[in-house]
């Protein structure tokens, strides 16, 4: 079955970097595709960018020019480099693929706070 586990969430300050993870199974990776999402306390979960099977990106402009989706078919592994961190980025950071249904992966906290 589809699997979604993210990775690499964690607590850092303001300005800092972080690299999330996404390790995708249970279908063709390559050719679907991929997304991250975030959902911040209180608030609905929002779009933060998309990579296509060919590689084509696009990003919220809430993290355009910090953040950078990647993937790695070789692997099927997804990835979203976290520059310039804002404590409104704070949230918990989704993996997202749609088949014949949507697929979430259980999230990893990311907390911005000095």
């Known amino acids: 079955q589809v699997q979604l586990v993210e990775s690499g969430g964690g607590l850092v300050q303001p300005g800092g970097s972080l690299r999330l993870s996404c390790a995708a199974s249970?279908?063709?990776?390559?050719?679907?595709?991929m997304s991250w999402y975030r959902q911040a306390p209180g608030k609905e979960r929002e779009w933060v960018a998309i990579?296509?099977?060919?590689?084509?990106?696009n990003y919220a402009d809430s993290v355009k020019g910090r953040f950078t989706i990647s993937r790695d078919n070789a692997n099927n592994t997804l990835s979203l480099q976290m520059n310039s961190l804002k404590p409104e980025d704070t949230a918990v950071y989704y993996c997202?693929?749609?088949?014949?249904?949507?697929?979430w992966g259980q999230g990893t906290q990311v907390t911005v706070s000095s």
């Open positions: 249970g279908f063709t990776f390559t050719i679907n595709t």
């Open positions: 997202y693929v749609r088949t014949l249904r949507s697929y």
């Open positions: 990579i296509t099977s060919g590689g084509s990106t």
